[in-house]
């Protein structure tokens, strides 16, 4: 400001020197506007709250737990990607705070903690279905009785601040039928940080059932050929 103050004493023409002026701060202004949105997203995220820091979020295909939250940029401990499951990959990511602002986020763990998750299995058209859904309903009992109460106080909770219909908490067997097997699809609810870990563990209190059973049988995609 001071040199361009002097320039004024110097310069006759004060029209053309403003003139510069106007295209020197025009051209700034062009070559900083990312930094300037990044800037500003980083006060409308602080102020907002969209998400804390701890918080888990998917953001442009950008899926994590946000480590730190700075003026520009939001820095991401990543998951999946080339791992399978919501397990990290040790990667931080930094997402520019100026398209967080503007994007669709994804946010898991905002206001409760808990996420619906499916095992889909399929048996064949021969097997006691009946008999299979009453020992996968059993497992479900047996794990999902902790998470499943504490859910529903999360729910009461949500309820106070967004319009949420009254939702089935308990875990289910649907079941669907297809040309080759009948699909049972095991719906439940678990902890958002230990998707992949409550999802195996069912898995495998459910085959050690069905290998128990002797009128259960997996079923597995087969081809016959004609000649």
């Known amino acids: 400001m001071v040199v361009f103050w002097l320039l004024t004493i110097w310069v006759e023409n004060t029209e053309t020197l403003l003139l510069s002026y106007g295209l020197i701060s025009a051209a700034v202004a062009l070559a900083l506007q990312d930094i300037f949105k990044d800037l500003i997203g980083g006060f409308v ?4 709250g969209n998400y804390r820091v701890g918080d888990r979020i998917e953001v442009e295909g950008v899926v994590g737990d946000v480590a730190k939250i700075s ?37 898991y763990t905002k206001d409760h903690e808990f996420i619906w998750d499916e095992i889909v299995i399929p048996i064949t058209y021969t097997s006691d279905w009946q008999d299979a859904i009453k020992r996968i309903k059993v497992i479900l009992a047996k794990t999902q009785t902790q998470i499943s109460k504490k859910a529903e106080k999360q729910i009461e909770n949500l309820s106070k601040h967004y319009y949420i219909e009254n939702s089935v ?3 289910n067997v649907f079941i669907k ?3 080759n097997w009948i699909e049972l699809h095991i719906r439940y609810i678990t902890d958002t940080t230990v998707r992949r870990t ?6 495998m ?14 079923a597995s995609e087969t081809m016959q050929i004609l000649k």
């Not at 995220?45 to 907002?48: A, I, K, V, Y």
């Open 198 to 203: 409550s999802h195996s563990e069912i898995s």
């Open 71 to 107: 003026l520009l940029y939001t820095t991401v401990l990543e998951i999946r990607n080339w791992v399978d499951g919501d397990q990290p990959t040790g990667r931080l990511t930094l997402v520019p705070n100026g398209k967080v602002a503007r994007a669709v986020v994804h946010n």
């Open 205 to 218: 209190e459910i085959l050690k059932e069905i290998q128990n059973s002797k009128g259960i049988t997996i």
């Open 45 to 48: 995220l602080l102020g907002s």
């Open 177 to 179: 039928l297809t040309d």
């Open 169 to 171: 908490i308990e875990p």
